[in-house]
């Protein structure tokens, strides 16, 4: 499987060759977690529709759930405007931070109302 | 003004000093856009609760709306799990994304159910 080659034309890669990615729950619309995706991470998770990120500390692919179970079955993908960042809209099987907390944002709120 | 050192603390910067900032918009729970902070940034976006980034492209800051009025009032900033994310909820004026549309994901779909 290679990314369709209509898709890739429109990506902004970084200096690593990567694009951000958000994975936002579908339904109640909570930003569950930042992570990054090369091409092949971003074709796997439009062909398997599980949701798949490139590690930068490990250097390869990880599919979400692959060891915790806690997958993100894949609904939408959207890239925006300047072709830098995707969004997806997952169902998230369990705790989507590995620190088992709901969303890698419940933990540390800088400022509220 | 400086950033709360013991916020500073916490930040995992990429090589160039910066962390990924995501604006979400408040009620909705809609992803507005995707955009970098340097600290200065953070700094400005906690104490003037107008979202404020660091642009790459012309190494400066941008107040969200300076020119074109579509400023972003903030109203809860959160820090994720590893410190090199932060989630903004914001009030959008206007338009988030420089092309007119609400968000910077509307005009390109990738995969929907």
Chains 1, 2 share one sequence.
């Not at 090369?38 to 796997?44: G, K, V």
């Not at 993908?77 to 944002?105: K, M, P, S, Y």
């Amino acid at each position: 499987m290679s990314l369709d080659p209509k898709i890739a034309a429109r990506l902004k890669r970084n200096a690593d060759g990567l694009v951000c990615a958000v994975a936002q729950q579908r339904g109640t619309g909570e930003v569950l977690m930042v992570a990054w995706m090369n091409d092949e991470a971003l074709d796997r998770t439009l062909t398997t529709r599980k949701a798949t990120y490139y590690s930068r500390s490990r250097q390869k692919l990880w599919t979400k759930g692959e060891t915790s179970g806690h997958t993100q079955q894949v609904h939408e993908v959207r890239l925006d405007c300047d072709g830098d960042t995707i969004l997806l809209t997952v169902t998230q099987e369990g705790a989507a931070c590995h620190t088992g907390d709901h969303t890698c944002f419940d933990a540390d709120l800088l400022l509220t109302d």
